[in-house]
């Protein structure tokens, strides 16, 4: 999955590529990282556009779609919980 639209400029591109690469970068030390970077980029994506900001918002949006992308932020292995 490509971080940007489109119809994306190349700097609103370029910001949500370097978001991707210290989330993944964190994602890398604790594997669950990735659903609370993206509760916290859904707040702030709803903060903007109540500002009224409405490309800034879209930035955020596409970081947070970025973030369910298992291709790039592999859910954490669930133990099976079975003894052998």
Do not use: W
């Amino acid at each position: 999955m490509s971080a940007d639209g489109p119809d994306a400029d190349p700097a609103s591109a370029a910001l949500v590529e370097v978001a991707l690469c210290i989330a993944q970068t964190l994602h890398e030390r604790d594997p669950n990282i990735a659903e609370s970077i993206n509760f916290a980029a859904g707040k702030a994506y709803n903060r903007l556009r109540q500002r009224g900001e409405k490309e800034a918002a879209e930035i955020v949006y596409r970081f947070g779609r970025a973030l369910l992308d298992h291709s790039l932020f592999p859910p954490p292995e669930e133990s099976s919980g079975e003894e052998t």
